[in-house]
């Protein structure tokens, strides 16, 4: 796979965030915290990446992205729908309706 050098994720043209593997907090911790900075701003809503995509974009294994997303599921900050993915909830700010 390839993923970027710096770990930076480039989506839409724009950096969302920075994982340091050299911090003593475990990587699905730190994609989590990035992760849910940008749900209660509001810059992420409706449907979630993927976790392959999540993976690509921050450089993790697939197994740490899945567990991001379940500690945001956790949290209720997104809901998981069989076979659809992951979602903002949409009672949040911002939140999208879900299908």
């Keep these: ?7 930076h994720a480039h989506l839409g043209g724009r950096v969302r965030g920075v994982i340091d593997p050299d911090l003593p ?4 911790v730190q994609l ?3 992760l849910r900075k940008q749900i209660t701003s ?13 993976a690509q974009e921050y450089g993790v ?7 991001a997303l379940r500690a945001l ?10 076979g659809k ?4 909830r949409r009672d949040l700010p ?5 299908p």
Excluded: Q
């Excluded at 810059?43 to 999540?54: E, H, K, N, Q, W």
């Design 73 to 82: 599921a956790d949290e209720e900050l997104i809901v998981a729908l069989h």
């Design 25 to 28: 907090v475990p990587l699905h």
């Design 85 to 88: 993915g992951f979602y903002v």
């Design 42 to 54: 509001g810059a992420l809503t409706g449907r979630v990446p993927s976790i392959i995509t999540l």
């Design 32 to 34: 989590t915290n990035i």
């Design 94 to 98: 911002g939140g999208a309706d879900t």
């Design 1 to 7: 796979m390839n993923y970027p050098k710096d770990r």
């Design 61 to 67: 294994s697939h197994r740490t992205s899945g567990r």
